[in-house]
């Protein structure tokens, strides 16, 4: 079955470090592969998708992700975290066949200043 | 240009009653989607939309929830009998029908008494 996995709920991070969230798939064919951010009160932003060719793909706000096959992972960094990036991020895929996008359950961002 | 717009964004109503949410998608947007937002939760699909064809209409949780599109304009979500459980952020989302990239609103916040 088609399913999206983000193991962290929760993650804290100061201000200026590193960031990696995580999220592994399932999906039998080639997935397309989304990374989604939820402001508070605000509905959600696409941050960057992979399709096809470079698996490491940039979106907006200095976010980037790697997509890795042998792992069924797509995990979304940021190398300097801002005050601003603390949200709900949801990674998703999509299921061609019905036209629709499996979500995770997301993982909340917490920035410590 | 305008982003899709939904109203009202807060909606209290009373247990029992009857409650209509409103999506306005961007225009030219043929696939308009509904998701159900619970507190903490990630976001569960409700209903498809894609031009004039047929809705799918495989995620409404119960006959109490309908949703109705004229063409490729406005949506209704139509709750009956609400129930406490109803209490959530109702999500649309429109596309211009690229794989999984949606545009979403801000969604209308549910609380059922």
């Known amino acids: 079955a088609q399913s999206v996995t983000q193991p962290d709920i929760h993650i804290t991070v100061s201000e200026g470090a590193s960031l990696e969230l995580r999220c592994n798939y399932s999906?039998?064919?080639?997935?397309?592969l989304f990374w989604y951010v939820q402001s508070p009160g605000q509905g959600l932003q696409l941050l960057l998708k992979?399709?096809?060719?470079d698996t490491l793909v940039q979106g907006i706000k200095g976010f980037e992700a790697e997509f890795k096959r042998s792992q069924s992972s797509f995990n979304l960094r940021k190398p300097s975290v801002h005050w601003s990036d603390a949200a709900e991020y949801f990674c998703?895929?999509?299921?061609?066949?019905?036209?629709?996008?499996?979500w995770g359950l997301g993982t909340s961002l917490a920035v410590n200043p | 240009g305008a982003g899709v717009s939904q109203s009202p964004s807060n909606k209290v109503t009373e247990k029992g009653k009857d409650v209509e949410l409103r999506c306005d998608p961007i225009s030219g947007h043929t696939a308009l989607y509904w998701y159900r937002q619970r507190l903490g939760q990630g976001l569960e699909f409700l209903i498809y939309?894609?031009?004039?064809?047929?809705?799918?209409k495989s995620g409404l949780p119960s006959d109490r929830f309908s949703a109705e599109r004229t063409g490729e304009s406005v949506s209704t979500l139509t709750i009956q009998r609400t129930q406490q459980e109803d209490s959530a952020v109702y999500l649309c989302a429109s596309s211009s029908g690229l794989a999984g990239t949606l545009d979403f609103g801000a969604g209308t916040r549910l609380s059922v008494l």
């Open positions: 999906y039998g064919a080639t997935p397309y």
């Open positions: 998703a895929v999509y299921a061609g066949n019905n036209r629709k996008l499996i």
């Open positions: 992979y399709f096809s060719g």
């Open positions: 939309f894609q031009g004039n064809s047929a809705p799918d």
